[in-house]
């Protein structure tokens, strides 16, 4: 079966675009996620776990700009780099992983943060479908959402609450986790409350606007911020700091 997962995630996220940094090719994840910690400028009350996109590593991570622009609007915040690449999303033990790093920390802060970029917003809203409202706050950067047939699928259906999912799988499998963080956005018609954490930021000449815009609805006003540009950090980092900064302690 997990060989199955890397065959058919292989297909469904080679379209995604790269971000300009440092590539990633599928193989064997390490034993341990590698991270990096950015520590608050100020005693730290919170923790932000910042996912990356198909092509980043923690040194590209560390190079995009978002933890100076986490810091900027929250100077409270350490800044948690994950190296969540493909061969974690392969290895389909992603949620487990990131959740062994989050719950120990979890003690030491007033609120915990993620922050999914591209591929990395599939994820982020992965665990949140395996973690419902364990995290205060959720910025979706340009999340991807699946191949074009899924996205036209939800579009036709009148969009995410009109969409109605399959019923929901007992784990992950080869062909499920786009349709799975669909489901995700679709409950949120159910439960807004969910919502009022989800932040969204997307380029207006992203390949992924589409999607960004169906999932903008659901939110509450203000969450959603469609910028000039495309699927860059560059686009997303400025909009990145000012949501932090409206959410200061």
Known sequence: ???????????????????????????????????????????????????????????????????EAIQRGRPDADVLLAGATLPYYFEGRLVERLHALIEPARGRYREVWMVGASLGGLGALLYEREHPGRLDGLLLLAPYMGRGALVEEVQAAGGPAAWQPAPRPAQLDADNPPHEAW???????????????????????????????????????GHYRERDGGHRWSVWSAAAAGIFAENGA
């Open 183 to 221: 489901r995700v956005v679709h409950d949120w018609a159910q439960r807004p409350q969910d919502a009022r954490r989800v932040w969204l930021v997307c380029g207006r000449d992203d390949g992924f606007v589409t999607a960004a815009r169906m999932i903008a609805p659901l939110l509450p006003e």
């Open 1 to 67: 079966m997990k060989r199955r997962l890397a065959r058919c995630l292989q297909v469904a996220l080679a379209a995604l675009p790269l971000l300009g940094l440092a590539a990633c090719l599928p193989g064997r994840p390490a034993a341990l996620m590698p991270t990096q910690q950015v520590p608050a400028r100020v005693p730290a009350q919170m923790l932000v776990v910042v996912l990356p996109g198909r092509a980043d590593d923690l040194a590209g991570l560390r190079a995009s700009g978002i933890v």
